[in-house]
């Protein structure tokens, strides 16, 4: 099975069409026109830049969209995220068109586990069950058995049992972290996120030294000696939550920054600090998330392309394993 992702506008039509935008057209305004137009509803994640958070529908991190995707009545999906959160969409809403601004919009960690070279790491595996995170290809997503995001990892593997082997993929590093948890052995595939590897041990080091009284909130994508000096480890919205309600006035991010606008707009009077790359580089930003832009989702919704589409036994194969997730969420 082969995924078929079309993008009905030729390649470079964003970079050729943006010059052709009115510079006194209000995108904010025209984007609230065309919603109501085309009954679209916008998804937007919590890694999206600033303006496109505050134009979303529902903004929240992967299980939060996937639930809404699953249950929204809008006849488009405009998805502001990264291409698998789009397809996710797709799988759940087959009759919708679902759009992506830009479809280049990728992700380091789905890449970085191929579907054929997949099928090939589960079959020297027989008898696991796979469990594989939610960033992932639909193909990936075929061949698994479940699905799971970082928000409700540890409460599937707590419902697996305990004599069934368990292979987990594609993020090697909340693998690791879900062993620690949850005490299971998981064979896991050899994955990672570009951005989640990047942040520097010692800028934290000395941001901390900076900042004494500063809470490090980290994601469990984030390597061992980042999340061993977390004061708290959990999800995008786990780490907004727990912003929220802690008494703290200072924080160090070990996530993409796009959270802490939630997180500001949450809190005005904390303060939140973005834990850098090595030598303070600003590679923590996600350079797929990023390529979303107003510009983009107002062309998206003008034009209605680039559109994600998927072969239906592929959408059927990938389906299966999230509606147990959804099921096993509730």
Request: proline residues 7%.
């Amino acid at each position: 099975m082969v995924s078929k992702n079309v993008a009905t506008a030729p390649a470079g039509v964003f970079s050729r069409e943006r010059d052709s935008i009115d510079p006194t057209l209000d995108l904010f305004d025209e984007i609230e026109k065309f919603k109501k137009k085309l009954n679209a509803v916008i998804l937007g994640h919590y890694y999206q830049e600033p303006d496109i958070q505050d134009i979303s529908d529902v903004i929240g991190d992967s299980l939060a969209l996937a639930q809404q995707a699953a249950k929204t009545d809008a006849e488009v999906i405009v998805f502001c995220g990264v291409h698998f959160m789009a397809e996710v969409a797709k799988i759940l809403n087959p009759e919708k068109q679902v759009l992506l601004p830009d479809l280049n919009a990728g992700c380091s960690l789905a890449d970085s586990c191929p579907p054929l070279q997949f099928k090939k790491f589960i079959e020297k595996h027989p008898g696991h069950l796979v469990l594989t995170y939610i960033n992932c290809s639909a193909e990936v997503k075929a061949l698994s058995d479940l699905i799971c995001t970082s928000s409700n990892a540890e409460k599937l593997i707590r419902q697996i049992p305990k004599d069934r082997p368990i292979l987990f993929a594609p993020d090697q590093h909340l693998g690791k972290y879900l062993i620690k948890k949850t005490g299971r052995d998981l064979v896991l595939w050899p994955g990672s996120c570009v951005v989640h590897i990047t942040f520097s041990e010692r800028e934290l080091i000395r941001l901390q030294v900076k900042h004494p009284d500063a809470l490090l909130l980290a994601h469990p994508e984030c390597e061992d000696r980042i999340l061993r000096r977390a004061h708290h480890v959990g999800s995008t919205s786990s780490l907004l939550e727990f912003a929220k309600k802690n008494s703290a006035s200072k924080f160090i991010i070990a996530t993409e920054p796009g959270i802490i606008h939630q997180m500001q707009k949450a809190c005005p009077e904390k303060c939140f600090i973005p834990l850098p790359g090595d030598d303070g580089c600003s590679c923590n930003e996600c350079p797929y998330m990023r390529l979303n832009t107003l510009e983009k989702v107002y062309l998206c919704m003008r034009d209605r392309t680039p559109e994600i589409t998927l072969p239906e036994d592929l959408r059927n194969a990938a389906m299966a394993p999230l509606q147990r997730m959804l099921a096993m969420s509730a």
